[in-house]
């Protein structure tokens, strides 16, 4: 479906009637049941609303700091390369990604070995993102699918570690003779309360949704870097308008610093154009519901492919182009709003939209003000999707520093 029209229907104007389908929620039930991305209904209302004021532009520009450290430690790796060497940089961003959010989130770190954190991250991706002959048929989620005791072995490992993590720090907030704990996402979790009623969330809630940032989180933005690494290296010219705004805008004062990254941040908008994270969107209505003119029927699937949206010939001009001024004054205020998803749309779109387009940002002005990033030659690069869009060989590169850096 890919009628700016339909989408605003399905996402806004009838969204409680459109929800999840299940095979959607069989792949994202296994250790997220309990979080915003998979729970319906009044629970999700409740945790949409207390967990809104986390990911507030306000707030999100705190963890400036903590993204541009992640980066100068990325910097710094990368200069210890050997001249001529080929580094998946696709891998380092997912492993930088998920360095940020441990920053953002554990500041205090996880109390463990982050290696063996990081490969239980991967196992539990390799789980998850496939879809068996028995999803396809609908047989319950009780009867074994192949894998899953090991995602059962890799959820048991992240709810012990994510477990401890979150005792110390209560502690911390319950004794005043405790260390002042700090204010990252942790602590605003356990703090936030729903402004309607003044609960908090309970812990089994706020470990799914610690989960749940950590997966959804890292994986996306690591891929949006990715792509618009790729994009930047078959465009000298978008590679030198971005250096040249790197080298006036990130030595001045951290605050406001996205709102200066203007060509920076479009590069990566024109990136989620052309390889949006979540490649489709699925939805399946409760009732009968008719779409224009066309009639529905409840509990039938409906899809919505920002992939091919974001390339439509009728809403985009050479949209198979990398052109990052579509996301210019005034260019920009001309896309029609449910034309460009890359975030999702409507009640659920993506509530760490901000936090992910700022870390993005961020991230690709640092590595493109050091280094100039080569494509090895003959290298294959082409979209797979696998819960988020990704590289399919990943994305090999020489990264060489800059002269006179």
């Known amino acids: 479906m890919h009628d700016p029209v339909a989408i605003k229907h399905v996402l806004v104007d009838n969204a409680a009637n459109y929800r999840k389908d299940p095979i959607q929620r069989r792949i994202l039930a296994t250790g997220l049941s309990d979080g915003l991305l998979s729970v319906e209904g009044e629970r999700w209302e409740v945790q949409?609303?207390?967990?809104?004021?986390?990911?507030?532009?306000?707030?999100?520009?705190?963890?400036?700091?903590?993204?541009?450290?992640?980066?100068?430690?990325?910097?710094?790796?990368?200069?210890?390369?050997?001249?001529?060497?080929?580094?998946?940089?696709?891998?380092e961003f997912t492993l930088l990604t998920l360095n940020v959010l441990a920053l953002t989130i554990f500041s205090d770190g996880i109390g463990g070995d982050f290696d063996e954190f990081r490969a239980a991250m991967n196992a539990y991706f390799a789980c998850i993102g496939r879809?068996?002959?028995?999803?396809?048929?609908?047989?319950?989620?009780?009867?074994?699918?192949?894998?899953?005791?090991?995602?059962?072995?890799?959820?048991?490992?992240?709810?012990?570690?994510?477990?401890?993590?979150?005792?110390?720090?209560?502690?911390?907030?319950?004794?005043?003779?405790?260390?002042?704990?700090?204010?990252?996402?942790?602590?605003?979790?356990?703090?936030?309360?729903?402004p309607s009623?003044?609960?908090?969330?309970?812990?089994?809630?706020?470990?799914?949704?610690?989960?749940?940032f950590l997966s959804a989180g890292h994986e996306t933005t690591a891929n949006t870097l990715a792509w618009s690494a790729f994009l930047l290296s078959q465009s000298p010219c978008w590679y030198a308008r971005v250096r040249q705004e790197a080298d006036a805008e990130?030595?001045?004062?951290?605050?406001?610093?996205?709102e200066r990254l203007v060509v920076t941040k479009a590069v990566v908008e024109e990136a989620l154009r052309l390889y949006p994270p979540i490649a489709a969107l699925s939805r399946a209505p409760e009732q009968a519901d008719a779409i224009g003119s066309l009639p529905v029927k409840p509990r039938s699937v409906v899809v919505i492919a920002p992939y091919i949206l974001h390339r439509h010939r009728r809403l985009w001009d050479r949209p198979d182009a990398f052109d990052p001024t579509r996301f210019l004054a005034p260019?920009?205020?001309?896309?029609?709003?449910?034309?460009?998803?890359?975030?999702?749309?409507?009640p659920?779109?993506?509530?760490?939209?901000?936090?992910?387009?700022?870390?993005?940002?961020?991230?690709?002005?640092?590595?493109?003000?050091?280094?100039?990033?080569?494509?090895?030659?003959?290298?294959?690069?082409?979209?797979?999707?696998?819960?988020t869009l990704r590289p399919a060989h990943g994305l090999p590169m020489r990264m060489t520093p800059r002269r006179g850096a």
Do not use: H
């Not at 009623?197 to 749940?212: D, K, Q």
């Open 48 to 91: 949409r609303r207390t967990l809104a004021p986390l990911f507030a532009r306000r707030t999100v520009t705190t963890f400036t700091s903590a993204m541009l450290a992640a980066a100068d430690r990325l910097t710094e790796r990368l200069r210890r390369l050997e001249p001529g060497d080929t580094i998946d940089i696709a891998a």
């Open 131 to 194: 879809i068996g002959v028995l999803d396809l048929m609908g047989v319950p989620g009780a009867v074994p699918r192949p894998g899953r005791k090991r995602l059962r072995q890799t959820m048991a490992y992240f709810e012990g570690v994510i477990g401890r993590i979150i005792a110390t720090r209560q502690r911390r907030l319950d004794s005043p003779g405790e260390p002042a704990a700090p204010d990252d996402l942790l602590t605003l979790l356990l703090r936030a309360l729903d």
């Open 197 to 212: 009623t003044g609960r908090p969330m309970s812990l089994a809630e706020v470990r799914s949704n610690i989960l749940t």
């Open 250 to 258: 990130l030595s001045g004062d951290p605050d406001g610093l996205l």
């Open 331 to 346: 260019a920009k205020a001309k896309i029609a709003r449910f034309a460009y998803l890359p975030f999702g749309a409507g």
């Open 348 to 387: 659920r779109t993506c509530i760490g939209s901000s936090f992910a387009l700022q870390e993005a940002t961020l991230v690709l002005a640092k590595l493109v003000q050091a280094f100039d990033m080569q494509l090895v030659s003959g290298a294959q690069v082409w979209p797979l999707q696998k819960i």
